[in-house]
């Protein structure tokens, strides 16, 4: 059973993310963590008075979020209602990010699946900051679903890669089961800079060959290209419904996704972006 968390600061934003996620996984039987987090206002504990009403702003606070988490499962239970998928509910006093690493290691989560909210509604910004920072730190794959992505089923995902991967990252388990689920086609594609494969990488190619063997699956080679022009130019000619990339810290995705103003490639993909985690960055 697939274990996904689902942060929610109850935007429209972040339930769009939650639809995605349960319409991804509808035939599969699933536990969804429904998560939100507070933290009320910094108060002042001078006094008893002020310690008393701190207590009580917590309660408040934890009482009209728990509510607002009733909403948000009878709504997804409402629209779907789905006998393969259990909820899980979680108010917590905590930092997000806090609460989603220690939910990786004391649930075994697979998955962490988020809205994106573009901070300030710029464009450029293609990932908030709480999804930035998941991506980051967290040990676990994440996809980022863009703020009004209606669900599409992703028959054609894209995977960029310079063939420079783990090829025992436990997390490529889930891309084959998004491909069989959705009985999408992959697309691997390997921007090319004159430089030939060499020995390491012509292996790490015919692994994911074999690995994939029973899902539709081409490789394709950008020339002359970066990482970013390579994406652009292969989603001017193909619709791709999902985007895929390895996080390995010495990569061009630290570089792609870092950068105060995102670089064009995300600016332009309005589409859902799943990154998962090198098994270097794993062992961190």
Known sequence: ???????????????????????????????????HTYTPAAYNVGSMADSYS?????????ENAEREMDEVEETIRSEFNNSNHHFIKLVTFNLLIHEIQDLVETKGIDLIVMGTQGATGAQEIFLGTHTMYAI??????VIAVPSGFGFEPPKEILFPTDYRLSTSNPYLSLLREICDLQLARLNILNAYYGEP????????????????KDNAHLFHIADDTDVVGAIEKFQTKHKINLLVMIHNRHNFFENLIFKPVINEIVYHTKIPFLVIPSEERMMH
């Open 197 to 212: 494969l060499n020995n390491e990488q012509k292996q790490v190619k015919a692994y994911l060959d074999a690995y994939f």
């Open 54 to 62: 701190a207590l009580e702003l917590q309660r408040v606070t934890k």
């Open 136 to 141: 980051k730190k967290v040990n676990c794959p």
């Open 1 to 35: 059973m697939r274990r996904i968390l689902l942060p929610t600061d109850f935007s429209e934003n972040a339930m769009n993310a939650i639809r995605y996620a349960v319409q991804l996984f509808k035939n599969s039987s699933c536990e969804f963590y429904l998560l």
